[in-house]
């Protein structure tokens, strides 16, 4: 009965562990997303191993403990298997949870992907009007935002190549998000306003974009990163 409770405590922790999940960024809930599913299911294989490491552990050591009729080594031994395993799970639990921008690598039978939550920041201005995008608008297995204004969300999987390349870059172009929320944009034009086109002030305008204060001539075929501070204007 003794050699149990540490096994009860384990499982007991782990459920612990498990329950304080990564809580909700502002404005969304990141139990949706296939990052957040990855590492659970890597988090729920890891605390069904560790319990049967505790439970071979305790069972050899119980058994030993009939054996010899030497009790005192078995509870030493059970409680270091329970300490080790409960610090091992813990390191992990906070290095894949804490990976959510640089995501995780994970196979099936559909191929290799990466999965990661990433943001951007976005300023459009069109003739010097702040033009803001819907809130929550856009699928959330693209592109999207949620409750703050002018900030893409991503979170869901890209396939990736064994080398850990994107082979699909589509999803985190600039366009995708802009056609999600149904904004006109590229090389000419932005909105309802093409290159050449006379501003409300009878200024003429032009398309322009800057990414974390370059000038980025890829326009909507950029290809967004975590943390990028896009501006786009038309003047
Ligand atoms: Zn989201
Ligand atoms: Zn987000």
Redesign the pocket.
Known sequence: MQSLIPIILFILLTFTANAVSPACDPG?CLQ?SVFNDVVQQRLEILSYVFVAVVVIVSSASVWNAIKTEKWKKPLTTILIAVVLSFLVYSVLYYKWTGAETEGIFFCNEKGCFWAAHIHASINIKICGEDYDFLLETGD?AGP?T?KERGKI?F?DKIPVDEKRNLLDTTPLTIKTFTKTTGLQFNSTCLGNYCNGDLCPDESIGKVSMNVNGNEELKYENYVWKEGDIIEIKFR
Request: net charge negative; glycine share 0%; charged share 30%.
């Open positions: 969304e949706e959330l999207h949620h969300h979170h």
